[in-house]
């Protein structure tokens, strides 16, 4: 089972953004803990994977480590953690996927908070 982290400022975001809803938005990001391969596949930055994932007509995106989702199978997936950074709507899709990378390259997966 892998663990999914939500950094602070995205999850002060979906508050805002979604009010009452948020604690199922919340909930339907931690179902990756379950299911960790689950997402569409966005890139890759020096072994970090990008990945999306829907809800309604917003985009989630995570980053986690590509080796281990690639050659681990789920009941190895022990100490995976899967980082939510952002989120998007659908307009401002490529602008936050782009923003992600650039973070990468410079900064690094510490980059987020």
């Given at each position: 089972?892998?663990?999914?982290?939500?950094?602070?400022?995205?999850?002060?975001?979906?508050?805002?953004k979604?009010?009452q809803?948020?604690?199922e938005v919340?909930?339907?990001?931690?179902?990756?803990?379950?299911?960790?391969?689950?997402?569409?596949?966005?890139?890759?930055?020096?072994?970090?994977?990008?990945?999306?994932?829907?809800?309604?007509?917003?985009?989630?995106?995570?980053?986690?480590?590509?080796?281990?989702?690639?050659?681990?199978?789920?009941?190895?997936?022990?100490?995976?953690?899967?980082?939510?950074?952002?989120?998007?709507?659908?307009?401002?899709?490529?602008?936050?996927?782009?923003?992600?990378?650039?973070?990468?390259?410079t900064?690094?997966?510490?980059?987020f908070?």
């Amino acid at each position: 089972m892998a663990k999914v982290e939500i950094v602070d400022s995205l999850s002060e975001e979906i508050d805002k953004k979604f009010k009452q809803e948020s604690v199922e938005v919340l909930q339907y990001l931690k179902s990756l803990e379950a299911s960790p391969h689950k997402g569409k596949l966005l890139g890759t930055v020096g072994g970090i994977v990008i990945k999306e994932l829907k809800y309604k007509n917003f985009r989630f995106y995570f980053i986690t480590d590509g080796y281990k989702l690639k050659c681990f199978s789920e009941k190895e997936l022990t100490d995976l953690l899967l980082t939510f950074v952002r989120m998007s709507d659908k307009n401002h899709q490529q602008k936050t996927i782009d923003e992600i990378k650039h973070i990468l390259i410079t900064i690094g997966a510490d980059g987020f908070g």
